[in-house]
């Protein structure tokens, strides 16, 4: 543990750490474009000068590391004076696109510039190199060659993280830039974060080219609804749309980055979502109030209930449910409808495409926490069972799809139940075919955890309301139970986590104090 | 001209000359005949105009209704950056961007809208601009219309004047 003085303020490190690392752990921010905290050092960018006594010259920040007794400073005029001049030999080939890039506002050259630069610019326009733009370099980037200040962070990540390589440096000088090899695109599944490791505009996202400026955007923590590998992330949205996912540092979970799938989850919360509560009378559907809603589907199932037992009734439950939603579901299942015929299936349509990193073949965010909560996948199969065999009259389904199954087999499975309601968020052969629709809103509209396949238990946050007349789960499940007589008093996920955590032991002791935002293993779990 | 506010102290009951209307009717008339017999005689002094044939000269600093400036082809020199958008006060402006057919502009808006009726004409839009793409005219506030669809201007409105 080395002792040194930053800007006159004295800490102790751990050994091995370098004057950047440190700096940051003590809140002083040392400018830097090629640094990055999961890629290797490189030292080409020369952004992080600092002083450091006994030096007879200004030492890069990001690969020096911290010895005894060092004292550093990177406020004094000399390391302010190099800074800018690093950055102005940096923006000296840099086009003036800022209206056109999409890096605007999150620029890490617009944002030094405002600290160190403020200069005119001592080139004239016209000598300015340049280099081709928007080059669709494959997957999920548009590459600007000249907006590029030659860093490499996207070449080592490239190299290191995806071991793809893809890209490289080329050409000498004034001409150097970075670019793909001739007709080999990009081919990962990890491009996406290309963009969010270039600190300028040369790399940016396809998929949210000229969507929207990003100072409009506002950010919520959340945890990608994708697969059940449930990497942390930050949900961009703006009036109610979401706009980007991007990854939230975790590094028991997914370091800095996601995959591009994961990327793309956020259309399903935007795109033909269910937004009113819905009746199927003779065929024709209607749109209802919720209290009218939830009314004939409590009415239905107490009357199945009634009529033909227990065993009449059936809940199947989903993985994209949070615990908290689950958890009600299995007490409504169990305790208030009384029915053994519950359970959840972690299939889904698609080839459950996996590999080593981050994508897991299961593509729902709490197949662990349905597990845990007492669904099984058993359950799932005796439920479909009893419903060929005709058993089920009033059945409770939650998610938009059915398993891996075809639109026919959804059809014709559930014309065999005379009740099919469904708490759902997307249009589909359920909803079609669903008696009572109840719309539910979508991972960006409502709070609570998920548990991934580690069995961590991650929070996900609430960004804006839910579409148009979309309900909460938890209140949908609460509503439904009252209709059917219980006494539940919760308000908000926060009261059903803390009834969970009474009640179960895999989640004893948690609350979502101490999960924080970086989340919990579940007892057993890794 | 001022305009003053005289205080008329009103009496609980009417007299009976009062309640009969018919005099004050006269009474009135004869207050509006003095004023119209007054303005016939001095025509110059009446501080209405007979808009639109006659139009008030505005001040030569004054800017009134936007306009998109155009490059040499005739395409938007808007590139749709959204910085009038933002420095908006009244939030009239909507920008929707697209990929633009010229690869060397790359981005242009697809729509451009302003809400004549929420603008407040302060002119941070046209100061923001880094392109030079947006103006404001002088000498003329904005036309009035008839329904307050017309008074929001989309792109091709915009950029025809």
């Known amino acids: 543990m080395p002792n040194f003085t930053i800007n006159g303020i004295a800490a102790a490190v751990p050994d091995g750490t370098t004057i950047l690392a440190a700096a940051?752990?003590?809140?002083?921010?040392?400018?830097?474009?090629?640094?990055?905290?999961?890629?290797?050092?490189?030292?080409?960018?020369?952004?992080?000068?600092?002083?450091?006594?006994?030096?007879?010259?200004?030492?890069?920040?990001?690969?020096?590391?911290?010895t005894e007794g060092m004292v550093v400073r990177s406020d004094t005029e000399k390391v302010r004076k190099a800074v800018t001049g690093v950055l102005e030999l940096m923006l000296i080939h840099h086009p003036v696109d800022c209206p056109i890039c999409d890096q605007a506002g999150e620029c890490g050259l617009q944002n030094y510039y405002m600290k160190f630069g403020l200069h005119k610019s001592r080139y004239d326009l016209e000598d300015k190199v340049h280099k081709k733009k928007v080059q669709d370099i494959g997957g999920q980037i548009v590459l600007d060659a000249e907006r590029c200040i030659l860093c490499s962070r996207c070449v080592r990540f490239l190299q290191e993280v995806t071991k793809t390589g893809e890209m490289e440096f080329f050409q000498r000088g004034d001409h150097s830039e970075i670019s793909i090899f001739p007709g080999r695109k990009l081919s990962n599944n990890y491009t996406g974060?290309?963009?969010?490791?270039?600190?300028?505009?040369?790399?940016?996202?396809?998929?949210?080219?000229?969507?929207?400026?990003?100072?409009?955007?506002?950010?919520?923590?959340?945890?990608?609804?994708?697969?059940s590998n449930g990497c942390n992330i930050v949900a961009d949205f703006k009036g109610g749309i979401l706009y980007r996912l991007k990854p939230r540092r975790n590094d028991d979970v997914n370091q800095t980055w996601m995959c591009d799938f994961g990327r793309l989850e956020y259309k399903k919360a935007n795109e033909s979502r269910?937004?009113?509560?819905?009746?199927?009378?003779?065929?024709?559907?209607?749109?209802?109030?919720?209290?009218?809603?939830?009314?004939?589907?409590?009415?239905?199932?107490?009357?199945?209930?009634?009529?033909?037992?227990?065993?009449?009734?059936?809940?199947?439950?989903?993985?994209?449910?949070?615990?908290?939603?689950?958890?009600?579901?299995?007490?409504?299942?169990?305790?208030?409808?009384?029915?053994?015929?519950?359970?959840?299936?972690?299939?889904?349509?698609?080839?459950?495409?996996?590999?080593?990193?981050?994508?897991?073949?299961?593509?729902?965010?709490?197949?662990?926490?349905?597990?845990?909560?007492?669904?099984?996948?058993?359950g799932f199969g005796?439920?479909?069972?009893?419903?060929?065999?005709?058993?089920?009259?009033?059945?409770?389904?939650?998610?938009?799809?059915?398993?891996?199954?075809?639109?026919?087999?959804?059809?014709?499975?559930?014309?065999?139940?005379?009740?099919?309601?469904?708490?759902?968020?997307?249009?589909?052969?359920?909803?079609r075919a669903a008696h009572a629709v109840l719309p539910s809103a979508s991972f960006a509209e409502r709070g609570g955890t998920f548990t991934n396949i580690a069995g961590r238990v991650q929070r996900f946050r609430k960004g804006f309301a839910p579409r148009g007349k979309a309900g909460n789960d938890i209140e949908i499940l609460v509503g439904l139970a009252k209709r059917l007589g219980a006494d539940w008093k919760f308000d908000g996920e926060e009261s059903v986590f803390k009834a969970l955590s009474e009640a179960s032991a895999s989640f004893s002791g948690m609350s979502y104090e101490s999960l924080g935002s970086g989340g919990r293993a579940v007892a057993g779990g890794q | 001209m001022t305009i003053g506010v005289k205080k008329v102290a009103r009496p609980e009951q009417m007299s009976f000359g009062e309640s009969l209307y018919l005099l004050e009717i006269m009474k009135g008339l004869a207050v509006t005949m003095g004023h119209f017999l007054h303005n016939i005689a001095h025509n110059k002094e009446i501080p209405t105009i007979e808009y639109p044939e006659v139009r008030r000269t505005m001040p030569a600093r004054f800017r009134g209704c936007h306009r998109l400036m155009k490059r040499p082809d005739g395409s938007p020199r808007c590139v749709a950056c959204y910085m009038c958008a933002t420095a908006c006060p009244a939030k009239c402006i909507t920008i929707v961007?697209?990929?633009?057919?010229?690869?060397?502009?790359?981005?242009?808006?697809?729509?451009?809208?302003?809400?004549?009726?929420?603008?407040?004409?302060?002119?941070?839009?046209?100061?923001?601009?880094?392109?030079?793409?947006?103006?404001?005219?002088?000498?003329?506030?904005?036309?009035?219309?008839?329904?307050?669809?017309?008074?929001?201007?989309?792109i091709d409105k915009l950029l025809e004047k």
């Not at chain 1, 050092?41 to 992080?48: E, P, Q, T």
């Not at chain 1, 994209?320 to 359970?343: D, P, R, V, W, Y």
Request: hydrophobic fraction near 40%.
């Open chain 1, 24 to 66: 940051h752990m003590i809140g002083i921010e040392i400018p830097h474009y090629c640094y990055h905290p999961k890629l290797s050092i490189a030292g080409n960018c020369r952004m992080c000068l600092v002083e450091v006594e006994k030096f007879p010259k200004l030492q890069i920040a990001c690969n020096t590391v911290v």
């Open chain 1, 193 to 227: 974060n290309l963009a969010d490791i270039c600190p300028v505009g040369a790399l940016t996202s396809k998929d949210f080219r000229f969507k929207c400026r990003v100072w409009y955007l506002s950010s919520v923590e959340s945890i990608c609804p994708g697969c």
């Open chain 1, 274 to 378: 269910l937004l009113v509560p819905v009746l199927r009378e003779a065929g024709k559907p209607v749109a209802a109030s919720w209290d009218e809603a939830l009314m004939t589907s409590a009415m239905r199932f107490r009357e199945a209930a009634e009529k033909h037992g227990p065993g009449s009734v059936a809940v199947i439950a989903s993985p994209q449910s949070s615990n908290e939603e689950l958890f009600l579901a299995k007490k409504l299942a169990s305790e208030i409808l009384k029915t053994e015929t519950f359970g959840f299936t972690s299939r889904t349509p698609g080839d459950g495409f996996s590999d080593d990193f981050l994508i897991k073949a299961d593509k729902n965010p709490n197949s662990m926490g349905a597990q845990l909560l007492g669904f099984a996948e058993e």
């Open chain 1, 382 to 431: 005796r439920a479909v069972k009893a419903i060929s065999d005709g058993k089920i009259r009033a059945l409770l389904i939650f998610g938009n799809v059915l398993s891996d199954l075809s639109d026919a087999e959804v059809e014709s499975l559930l014309s065999k139940v005379s009740f099919v309601a469904q708490v759902g968020t997307g249009d589909g052969a359920v909803s």
């Open chain 2, 97 to 154: 961007a697209g990929e633009s057919p010229d690869p060397a502009v790359e981005k242009y808006p697809v729509r451009f809208d302003i809400d004549m009726l929420r603008c407040v004409f302060c002119g941070q839009c046209v100061e923001a601009c880094p392109c030079d793409a947006i103006r404001m005219d002088t000498g003329w506030h904005t036309p009035p219309e008839d329904t307050r669809e017309k008074l929001i201007y989309m």
